[in-house]
């Protein structure tokens, strides 16, 4: 019989991680609805990721200075997704806020493991209410 020890940073880790992919699946959701191209599932697979890199540098490098550079790479990847779902149609750019919400969820990923849950929270609520603040205003403006 094999037996696993499971140490309490393992612990909050994993659970720290369920909160990420959380949080990450909530601004997703708000995408999804609006039936913007990457919804719930981009939403949550990026946020997930970001937080296992961020995960695998508290467990297995130790050292602030790995990661802080696993934290920096982890943003820079997200610049090459974003740019990718960014597309010029004429005279309007599309997708300019989808890659924003992406690369913000990578880095709502990152302080989830790293830091407060409680903060995390207020920090998914104020992505949340900027997309939607962000909209009517759009709205009004166009009016």
């Known amino acids: 019989m094999v037996r696993i020890l499971i140490t309490s940073l393992e612990l909050k880790i994993v659970l720290k991680l369920l909160l990420a992919s959380f949080f990450s699946g909530v601004v997703g959701f708000e995408r999804e609805i609006r039936k913007k191209p990457a919804g719930i599932k981009t939403h949550l697979l990026v ?40 597309f010029k149609y004429r005279h309007e750019i599309e997708g300019i806020t989808t890659a924003a919400s992406l690369w913000v969820v990578s880095a709502l990923s990152a302080f989830t493991v790293l830091g407060n849950p409680l903060i995390s929270f207020a920090l998914t609520c104020l992505i949340v209410f900027s997309l939607e603040m962000g909209r009517w205003l759009e709205g009004k403006l166009k009016r």
């Open 47 to 86: 946020g997930l990721g970001s937080g296992i890199f961020t995960a695998l540098a508290l467990l297995y490098f130790k050292s602030p200075d790995a990661t802080s550079r696993i934290v920096a790479n982890i943003l820079t990847g997200m610049g090459f997704i974003g740019a990718g779902t960014i």
